[in-house]
């Protein structure tokens, strides 16, 4: 769907394709049938949420998940470096990424960023 008039985001295009392509990617890599995307705008903040409805992690292995080079299960492909990316890129605007447990027992990615002025 269309985004909001003025829910921008306050920084370099590129910088949110690579935070939302490694989240999405994760999401859609381990869903096992559905991934909901959604945002709100609170004043200046954007926040992103990103579940799927797949087996989710532990509270203790999601701040792991978050660690550059971990990778929690090596019978996935991949580097290990997607979530600690987007950390990275979302501390870098003075933002920041939690891991949660989804409605339905996956992952819930909540991207928190600045907005642009509205």
Do not use: K
């Not at 991949?78 to 996956?106: D, K, N, P, Q, T």
């Amino acid at each position: 769907g269309a985004v909001p008039e003025g829910w921008a985001f306050a920084g370099e295009e590129q910088d949110l394709q690579e935070m939302l392509g490694n989240l999405l990617d994760n999401a859609c890599r381990w869903a096992e049938s559905a991934v909901a995307v959604s945002v709100t705008r609170s004043g200046d903040t954007l926040q992103l949420n990103i579940d799927d409805d797949g087996p989710g992690i532990s509270p203790e292995a999601r701040a792991a998940a978050l660690t550059r080079g971990t990778r929690l299960d090596e019978s996935q492909p991949g580097s290990g470096l997607g979530l600690a990316i987007v950390g990275e890129l979302a501390e870098l605007y003075g933002g920041h990424v939690r891991l949660e447990r989804a409605e339905g027992g996956g992952l819930s990615a909540r991207l928190q960023l600045p907005a642009a002025a509205a």
